[in-house]
């Protein structure tokens, strides 16, 4: 799909398949020129009962004479409306124009050209996403719509601005395409080894660069905890290093470590089976940083960033790991596996002790780590962990500019004595009680050499029942994160 604005003198005579106009509560159209036919029209309307211009009113007109496209589409709007309104009255939008016949629709508003250029490509892009990947028969007609233009009305001044919130928002619609694509993908596609060919793919097609690591070196660095979770499986554990170079070489980079649990069977600590399929969900950490690193590579900030992904499966079989295991990590501690369910956090914590090794700005681990974030906060805010303030607001804003908000938790040293062991340095699980800190307390003995926050998406990164599915979250969130850290 295409996305462009341009300046229009006289939106209402455009020639167009669909003219789409967004209507505030109370205030009509009248800020538009040669809008009296198109006002009187609505005013119409809302005595007919019709339409209102309220939030999640449609209405759709085919060859109304107040314009010259052969449909209008009405969309209500909040009288004074804020992004998440301005989000809602666009996916009302999509959803009307995946159902028409129509290649080319034109969208036009009062005011908030800046917030429509800025939301069109993401919001259009996750409405019409549809997997289609491990099917072969089509039930629904594919959506025809394949060129969307905002009209700028007398906002000339505007427009680059505007237009530089659209590239942005097409590049972060494609990242977050791909991370969704990749989580929805069957565990039997998506291994490990797809991830790793994946990651060299998309090197390939940036120009970034990329190393893959198998389980030789793997052991040569001494990641023994990674191997650990990774020796109950026939598919082979990937370690995916990626790096983009938008600033100097001296320049500290950002790191996004990603959770690729490709397959989480619970290993022997197994899993009941009601919706165990969604746990070929577990690698949506991994996913968000490979969708990231694809908008960051086409949006190309003043930036060096690094994306660490961790890929295995959590499988049972007659090699795997035992409840009361012992492993030794790459950083040399010792972890008694009390619950080789609770997986996430020994494949991270190898991968955060390797990211020492670029003495970066900041690292951000993004995992589906915990059922308990999910109990603690739903599908609404994904959890954040950190001791650092700064980077907490970083994120926390990066969150809600992007409309992917994620909330505090608390990351106290009082929850890491739950994770005592009488046999290792530290233990895997530390019960029921706050699981989503005790999990972010054992990260965080991995972490203690440079600024780190941890993003538990366990509630966020996909939805279940009747839309089950990835939402590529949080990529919006990273992307705004990294832009942000632009000097
Ligand atoms: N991948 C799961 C977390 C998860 C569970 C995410 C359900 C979304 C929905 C993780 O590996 C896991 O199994 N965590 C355990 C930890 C426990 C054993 C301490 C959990 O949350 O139950
Ligand atoms: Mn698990
Ligand atoms: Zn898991």
């Known amino acids: 799909m295409k996305f462009s604005i341009s300046a229009v003198k006289k939106p209402l005579q455009t020639k167009t398949d669909v003219l789409v106009v967004f209507v505030p509560e109370g205030r009509g159209v009248s800020g538009l020129a040669d ?75 009062v005011n908030g050209l800046d917030t429509l250029a800025e939301l069109t490509p993401t919001v259009f892009s996750d409405v019409f996403y549809r997997y289609d990947t491990t099917r072969t028969v089509d039930e629904k007609e594919q959506p025809r719509l394949d060129a969307v233009q905002i009209c700028a009305v007398g906002a000339e001044a505007g427009l680059t601005h505007a237009k530089a919130a659209l590239q942005q928002s097409e590049s972060v619609a494609i990242g977050v395409r791909l991370a969704r694509e990749l989580a929805n993908l069957p565990a039997n596609y998506c291994t490990p080894v797809y991830l790793g060919d994946m990651a060299k793919k998309l090197a390939k097609f940036h120009n970034l660069s990329c190393k893959v690591l198998g389980r030789p070196e793997l052991e040569k660095l001494g990641m023994g905890s990674f191997l650990a979770v990774a020796q109950g499986s026939v598919q082979p554990p990937r ?54 690193f694809e908008a960051i590579a086409r949006i190309k900030p003043k930036l060096n960033v690094v994306g660490l992904i961790a890929a295995t499966e959590n499988m049972p079989d007659g090699g795997a790991v035992k409840p009361g295991d012992v492993v030794t990590s790459m950083s040399g501690q010792t972890i008694e596996i009390l619950n080789t369910d609770a997986e996430g956090r020994l494949i991270l914590c ?58 505090r938790l608390p990351l106290e040293a009082d929850y890491a004595d739950a994770l005592k062991s009488n046999f290792a340095d530290v233990a895997n699980i530390g019960g029921r009680p706050a699981g989503a800190i005790t999990a972010a307390c054992f990260l965080w003995r991995f972490a203690k050499d440079y600024r780190w926050a941890h993003l538990d998406i366990a509630g966020t990164a996909w939805n279940s029942g009747a839309n089950k599915g990835a939402t590529g979250r949080p990529v919006p969130l990273l992307v705004h994160y990294l832009l942000s850290q632009v000097k």
């Not at 496209?69 to 959803?95: H, I, N, T, Y």
């Not at 600033?247 to 009941?272: E, N, Q």
């Open 35 to 109: 809008a009296d036919a198109l006002d009187d029209l609505i005013a119409q309307l809302a005595v007919d009962g019709d339409f209102k211009a309220k939030p999640g009113s449609t209405l759709l007109l085919h060859r109304p004479a107040a314009v010259a496209a052969r449909r209008l589409l009405l969309v209500g709007l909040a009288s004074k409306p804020e992004m998440r309104d301005w989000k809602k009255a666009l996916q009302f939008a999509a959803g009307v124009l995946k159902s028409l016949p129509v290649a080319q629709a034109h969208l036009l508003c």
């Open 239 to 292: 370690f995916i290093v990626l790096e983009y170079h938008g600033a100097g070489k001296k320049d500290a980079p950002h790191v996004l470590v990603g959770k690729g649990v490709t397959f989480d069977t619970g290993g022997i600590s197994l899993k009941p089976g009601a919706e165990m399929d969604e746990m070929k969900f577990d690698m949506c950490g991994a996913a968000s940083v490979l969708g990231a």
């Open 350 to 407: 190898d991968a955060l002790t390797y990211a020492a090794r670029y003495k970066p700005q900041s690292v951000v681990d993004i995992a589906t780590l915990t059922g308990a974030c999910v109990i603690a906060l739903g599908k609404v805010n994904s959890g954040l962990f950190t001791e650092d303030d700064a980077l907490a607001n970083a994120l926390l804003e990066a969150g809600r500019a992007a409309l992917d908000p994620c909330w």
